[in-house]
């Protein structure tokens, strides 16, 4: 298999559940417990600005209403994206890619961007995200790891930045997962960890994909998947597991 660059321990949305996710506030946390790696979602504004957000809709991470690609950034960036949260991150705001980077650089923090379309943007917002992490993390030692559920936007990706490594993510090993990982050449396939084992990441490696998973925050479970040889977890439990 190729080198793999990318720390273990992987951060989920930044710092799990201890901060708001996909917020600065996460990111400062998650690096301050010595996580040295972060996932998290990028989608388009309805000016094609890449931001951070899990949910096609505002409600549940912020005081917006509606779905989140049907505004643009000038309206976004003023939501109040903590709060939610706990009083203490009151007035935290949603994040850029462009300003995650900034960070995510000086700090340094390896990022894995899931590329999380709006309904029917999907070869849109790989095309988007992939160019702008391309420019980016042009100078950086580690590029960026590129995933996403959405086959069409790691085509996309690929198209507009062949050389930043991709990830499929999958719910479960379903028939032909390798041959589409192979199409799309996939440096990386991500499970989630309820339907991964042993033979799946011997499959994935014998074919020469690195093998991650989700959601990991059981360390007896943690454990058991670092046996079995997989190649990286992402956790919400920066407090409890990882290389802190």
Not at 85 to 102: D, F, N, P, V, W
């Amino acid at each position: 298999m190729p080198d793999w660059p990318y720390p273990f321990w992987i951060a989920h949305r930044g710092a799990g559940k201890l901060a708001p996710e996909n917020t600065m506030a996460a990111f400062e946390r998650g690096h301050s417990l010595g996580w040295r790696m972060a996932e998290c979602d990028v989608t388009l504004s309805a000016d094609d600005v890449p931001f951070l957000l899990h949910d096609p809709s505002l409600e549940r991470t912020t005081n917006g209403r509606g779905a989140a690609a049907l505004q643009p950034w000038s309206a976004l960036q003023l939501l109040d994206a903590g709060r939610w949260h706990g009083e203490r991150y009151a007035g935290e705001r949603l994040l850029s890619l462009e300003s995650l980077a900034a960070w995510a650089l000086r700090a340094p923090m390896a990022m894995n961007l899931e590329i999380k379309p709006g309904p029917g943007r999907e070869a849109d917002t790989g095309r988007v995200v992939a160019r702008m992490a391309a420019e980016l993390w042009r100078d950086a030692p580690v590029a960026p790891l590129l995933s996403s559920f959405e086959v069409s936007a790691l085509e996309a990706a690929a198209e507009a930045a062949a050389h930043l490594p991709r990830a499929l993510l999958l719910q479960r090993p379903a028939r032909g997962w390798t041959r589409i990982a192979a199409r799309l050449r996939c440096v990386a396939v991500v499970f989630d960890q309820r339907r991964l084992d042993a033979a799946t990441i011997a499959a994935g490696h014998a074919q020469g994909l690195r093998v991650l998973t989700y959601t990991v925050n059981d360390a007896a479970r943690a454990r058991q998947l670092q046996r079995e040889g997989v190649d990286g977890i992402i956790s919400d439990a920066l407090d409890r597991l990882g290389p802190g």
